[in-house]
């Protein structure tokens, strides 16, 4: 099986070239990895920042070599200069290079691939995110899963990149069915170990257990049902002290109901030390967990550690 895998550049007004040229500089087995992407515009903005490294461009992943040079698949992207892009080509340009990773991907060319980080503003209403998006390539939505990760503890939001005020209403149980099912077979399959998840309820307090509340109207029975189904999960629980009873009860994932409510403690205890695995796919898919930063562009401040994780994790990994 290949072992090559793929980093897709990703938004082109961000951090990411800086950060894959840090990365790159950093790990130790550059042997399998190339770039999707713009040649140009990588070329530019690693120059630009003072990072020396050897940049080849390919047209095709016949091309690639096994040497000790950065390979970059090349993507068409018309720019003026390397920091003022066109928005309509900038979109296309992001869709066209996710679509080459998928089809390499599904295809069994790369191992898999890791995006860089995307604005969501480049996505519609219909897919609000690399997650949602490529859940609908692989015919999967509403089954894939978030899931950030560190070896000490992971989390996975059941709504993504969805607004507060619409997050409610998406609370079903066959949603939370279906995205617990796919944690279940997915984390066992990755990490060769049964998950243990908490869940916890969308209110403060669990809305002080009132009976026609959400978590139990709700929660509670999918809880009991996927109990049943051989699935270790307890819950739900108040969402203001389940990271702080983390270890004393024993599980190694928390699910929350939406995006922040597990990301925002999560980042506060772990920072830069986790990345973001879409589960559910045919294929391996991982991020950074962090966004495009474009307040510190080209000033040569931005961290590389997730993608470095990212990197390793699926170097390591076996699939």
């Known amino acids: 099986m290949t072992k090559l895998i793929a980093i897709v550049a990703g938004e082109p007004n961000s951090i990411n070239s800086e950060i894959i040229a840090k990365a790159w500089k950093k790990i130790k087995n550059k042997k399998n990895l190339f770039i999707i992407g713009n040649y140009l515009l990588l070329k530019k903005q690693i120059d630009k920042i003072g990072i020396k ?8 992943i016949n091309e690639y070599k096994n040497k000790k040079k950065l390979y970059i698949l090349n993507v068409p992207l018309e720019f003026k200069s390397i920091f003022r892009i066109n928005t309509l080509n900038t979109k296309n340009y992001i869709f066209k290079s996710l ?18 980080p995307i604005d969501k503003k480049n996505f519609s209403n219909k897919y609000l995110g690399v997650t949602e998006y490529l859940a609908s390539k692989n015919n999967v939505k509403n089954k894939e899963v978030m899931l950030i990760y560190n070896k000490k503890l992971s989390v996975m939001p059941l709504t993504t990149h969805l607004e507060i005020k619409n997050v409610t209403n998406k609370i079903k149980f066959n949603l939370i069915k279906k995205k ?6 997915s984390y066992a399959k990755l990490f060769k170990k049964k998950p243990k998840i908490a869940i916890l309820g969308l209110n403060p307090h669990n809305s002080e257990n009132r009976i026609n509340s959400i978590e139990n109207k709700i929660i509670k029975p999918a809880v009991n049902k996927l109990k049943k189904l051989g699935i270790h999960i307890r819950g739900p629980f108040p969402a203001d002290t389940a990271f702080n009873n983390q270890k004393k009860l024993n599980y190694n994932v928390i699910a929350g109901m939406y995006h922040d409510q597990v990301l925002g403690p999560f980042k506060a205890l772990y920072g830069y030390d986790a990345i973001n695995i879409t589960l559910g796919l045919k294929y391996l898919r991982i991020s950074p967990d962090h966004g495009t930063a474009k307040d510190i562009i ?22």
């Not at 080209?298 to 699939?319: D, E, R, T, Y």
């Open 298 to 319: 080209g000033l040569n401040q931005a961290n590389p550690q997730s993608l470095i994780s990212a990197i390793n994790f699926l170097n390591k990994i076996n699939v």
């Open 99 to 116: 679509d080459i990773a998928h089809n390499l991907a599904s295809n069994k060319k790369i191992k898999g691939f890791i995006n860089a």
């Open 180 to 185: 617990i099912l796919t944690l279940k077979t």
């Open 53 to 60: 490294i050897r940049i080849t461009k390919i047209d095709s």
